[in-house]
Every structure is written in C-alpha cells, then in structure tokens.
T-cell receptor, first 113, second 114 residues
Framework: GDSVTQMEGPVTLSEEAFLTINCTYTATGYPSLFWYVQYPGEGLQLLLKATKADDKGSNKGFEATYRKETTSFHLEKGSVQVSDSAVYFCALRASGGSYIPTFGRGTSLIVHP | DTAVSQTPKYLVTQMGNDKSIKCEQNLGHDTMYWYKQDSKKFLKIMFSYNNKELIINETVPNRFSPKSPDKAHLNLHINSLELGDSAVYFC?????????????FGQGTRLTVV
C-alpha cells in the first residue's frame, strides 16, 4: 500500500539556520504530495503541495519539489524563525482508488532564538 | 467561519462509558475522515466516508462507529471506552475524486479516559 517516510525528529535549529526535512514515499501511479504543519494545540493545516512530477510547492518561505525519480518531496526553508517551531507532516493522496490521505509520522521542529 | 469544527475540544471520561464527538464542515466537501493521533503525533486513519461509501480501517475496534446524518456532518461514537482510547481525534474533509485536493482539519478533540 501507499506509505510516507519522514526523518525522525526532533530537529533543533537556531534562528536563521537552513532547514531540510526529508520525505520519501511509496505509491502506485502519480500521487499528489503535501506538507502540513501542526502548531501546538491545533489541527493540521496545509503548508504547500505539488500535484505532478517536477512541480515545486512554496509558501511562507518553505519549498518542496516533487521528485519522481527519487520518490521524494523534501521540505526546505532558507532561514527559520522561532515561530516555525511546530510538527511537520509529509502526506500523499493517490491518483486513484480511495483517495484517503496517507501521512508520515511527523517531524518536530524546534527553533531557538 | 470555521471550515471544519469539532466538539468538544476536551473530553474526560471514565472507562466503560459511551461518548460521541461531533464534526461539521461548511466547505461543501464530498468526503470526511476521522484520524486518531497518538502521543507521538502519529496520525492513523480510522474512517473515510462520503455519501456513497464508508471505508473502515480494519484495525479500528468495532466499538468505534461513524454516523453521518448528512453530507456536512460525520460524528464519531465510541462505546465501552478503554484507557488505550486516550488520544487526540481529528476530523477532516476534502473533495473526493480529486487527488490534488488537500484535506482540511478540525482543531481536534483530546480524549482522556480515566
């Protein structure tokens, strides 16, 4: 079945450091890929998405590129802020079948001033 | 206006009780979901439901049941609550038959069974 693998956290960075959170996936066909963010005490919200190979999703300084050849969708940000501290989830939705979103285990990011 | 709303936000109850969590979405979406998030933040799909099909994760105990009075609501009923049911439960919705559509989540219900 479909699956998403994320790097384990927590990831701890100083403010203005470069961020990479790795995500790889297994799916048949051509899934859509997503990054969600969960701030403490809140639900998940969409951060960015890409629906086909080589697409780049971007939002709030975060970027991720859909790489079909490496089945990856790594999240990057050039300069993190304390307010970026949250849990980040990589997810996919299959291009057919039940369309149920499948999530990775989440990566906690802690940014220190 | 809140897109996906759940009530209650917190629920503390004793073992053996029966409880319900309500969920409503005002986005006009076709499909709604229930996820369980454990203490390590892992999200597990419990149910996926649209007006045509209910998909149940076979690992979910049959003490859990979804009830959908209409397309905008998907409530979660839990019978004979157990300590291991303590978790945060999230309702979500999205458009069906479009894999590129993202899911919208409620704020979550933190269930504590004592």
């Amino acid at each position: 079945g479909d699956s998403v693998t994320q790097m384990e956290g927590p990831v701890t960075l100083s403010e203005e450091a470069f961020l990479t959170i790795n995500c790889t996936y297994t799916a048949t066909g051509y899934p859509s890929l997503f990054w969600y963010v969960q701030y403490p005490g809140e639900g998940l919200q969409l951060l960015l998405k890409a629906t086909k190979a080589d697409d780049k999703g971007s939002n709030k300084g975060f970027e991720a590129t859909y790489r079909k050849e490496t089945t990856s969708f790594h999240l990057e940000k050039g300069s993190v802020q304390v307010s970026d501290s949250a849990v980040y989830f990589c997810a996919l939705r299959a291009s057919g079948g039940s369309y149920i979103p499948t999530f990775g285990r989440g990566t906690s990011l802690i940014v220190h001033p | 206006d809140t897109a996906v709303s759940q009530t209650p936000k917190y629920l503390v109850t004793q073992m053996g009780n029966d409880k319900s969590i309500k969920c409503e979405q005002n986005l006009g979406h076709d499909t709604m979901y229930w996820y369980k998030q454990d203490s390590k933040k892992f999200l597990k799909i419990m149910f996926s439901y649209n007006n045509k099909e209910l998909i149940i994760n076979e690992t979910v105990p049959n003490r859990f049941s979804p009830k959908s009075p209409d397309k905008a609501h998907l409530n979660l009923h839990i019978n004979s609550l157990e300590l291991g049911d303590s978790a945060v439960y999230f309702c979500a919705s999205s458009q069906v038959n479009f894999g590129g559509a993202e899911a919208f989540f409620g704020q979550g219900t933190r269930l504590t069974v004592v």
